[in-house]
């Protein structure tokens, strides 16, 4: 499963929740640049070290509350991920 893939989980997983339409829209806006960072990654090949290092380089550019939202944003992608069996716990300490 890729980053889009795992997107299109979370979009509804997050739309069954009652997300608003607003939430959803700036959600897809981070998936766009995380893709764009990194590419349109298979899970398997994304690491904690990975999302650290895209997260710092980011820091750089952001107000603290955007780079609050971005990182609200990844850890609820990879949580979804985790908790729906596509990722492993192994893979995130990596």
Known sequence: MNLK???????ADKRILGFSSHTLKAYSLQLKMLVLELGDLELE???LIILKEYLARVSEKLKPSSLGHRIRFVRSLFRLAFEEGHLSGILLSS
């Open 5 to 11: 893939d795992l997107w299109m989980l979370h979009e």
């Open 45 to 47: 090949e994304i690491s």
